[in-house]
């Protein structure tokens, strides 16, 4: 039986994306346990449904997201999947801890400490340390992991020692992976990354990325990975429920609305808004691929299915006429192609 094929757009240096990516915080017990079986069966469950792009970090479980991700990868062929790691947040171990939860969102023993290190020793350690629990050689996308307050030194020695590692073949492509649009727009203007990662800036019901970002990213081109398309819920289900959260708090009362009106558009073409938040951020140019988090194969399962989902045009055109999404989320998508020499 032959395998699935999910639609791939490729990065200025080559490197191909599938649109899905397995986002692996979950892996790490992001807010709560994941078993080894749950994990490597959520890997399993998207290699068969065509994914070949899969996104870790450090950070995520303390190293134990990259753990299960090598485990559960071993054995395929390395050439036919994409993997990506971050550096910035240094894993410095604590034994003395070890005894404790860890405080950082994520169930696992407070065996490290996180330190944000964006030199260039610094980055090339963490790399090291990936590659270590990965068991892989090689990591194709190198992302400087939430560089906010870190500005100086992300943007020279944290790029820098990137770019180093780029022209050496150790990594095919590098970027930064932020939940802010403002700063990734920089880092595409000034430095010589070739991918971003913006989490939940561009989606149904937040445009940020619009008046920076994105253009930026075609001009240069750069490509745009779209994570937290939910919006931390808020896009999750075809209502929001009650509660609902946007952005890690609850979400405000006319954005709730705002759910409920593109709701109400899009049942009579049967589509959910948890198919728009999938879909929306690929029709922009910029974006090469979308990223969400999952834990289990059911989650996988119903992530392709999204993926996969043909959004009538009338639909996303009554929305853009009512305005209750973002006209620039609506282009055909022509992804980025060629190394900027600018």
């Known amino acids: 039986m032959p395998e699935p094929i999910m639609r791939e757009h490729p990065l200025r240096t080559g490197t191909r994306l599938t649109e899905l990516g397995l986002g692996a915080a979950q892996l790490g017990n992001l807010y709560r346990e994941t078993t080894d079986q749950e994990a490597r069966a959520a890997v399993d469950a998207a290699w068969d449904a065509g994914v070949r792009y899969f996104d870790t970090a450090p950070h995520y479980g303390l190293g ?26 240094a894993l410095v171990p604590t034994p003395e801890r070890a005894h404790l939860p860890d405080d950082d969102g994520f ?13 260039r020793d610094g980055v090339l350690r963490s790399l090291e340390g990936s590659l270590d629990r990965l068991g892989l050689d090689r990591v194709d996308v190198v992302y400087l992991h939430d560089p906010d ?76 990975v779209a994570a937290a398309v939910y919006n931390s819920g808020l896009l999750a289900n075809p209502r929001p429920r009650p509660g609902a959260r946007f952005d890690y708090a609850e979400a405000p009362g006319d954005l ?87």
Not at 150 to 174: F, K, N
Not at 279 to 297: D, N
Not at 302 to 319: F, H, K, M, Q, Y
Request: contains cysteine; charged residues 25%.
């Open 64 to 89: 134990l997201s990259e753990r299960r991700l090598g485990a559960a990868l071993a054995g395929r062929p390395r050439d036919e999947f994409v993997v990506s790691t971050k550096v910035g947040r």
């Open 107 to 119: 169930a696992v023993p407070a065996a490290h400490r996180r330190e944000w290190d964006f030199s």
């Open 149 to 224: 307050a870190h500005w100086e030194q992300a943007s020279t020695s944290g790029v820098g020692a990137l770019v180093e590692l780029r022209d050496q073949g150790v990594v095919s492509a590098i970027g930064a992976g932020m939940n802010q649009s403002a700063m990734l727009a920089r880092f595409v203007r000034e430095t010589d990354v070739d991918v971003v990662m913006c989490a939940g800036r561009f989606t149904l019901v937040d445009a940020a990325a619009v008046a920076d970002l994105l253009p930026a990213a075609v001009e240069r081109g750069v490509s745009v």
């Open 256 to 342: 709730v609305a705002r759910v409920h009106r593109i709701a109400d558009v899009a049942e009579p073409y049967g589509v959910t808004v948890p198919d728009l938040a999938a879909r929306f951020a690929l029709r922009h140019p910029a974006v090469a691929s979308v990223v969400m988090g999952m834990r289990t194969a059911a989650h996988v399962t119903t992530s392709a299915e999204r993926i996969a989902r043909d959004v009538p045009e009338e639909l996303w055109a009554e929305l853009d006429r009512l305005g209750l999404v973002p006209a620039e989320g609506l282009a055909p998508h022509e992804p980025p192609t060629g190394r900027s020499t600018s």
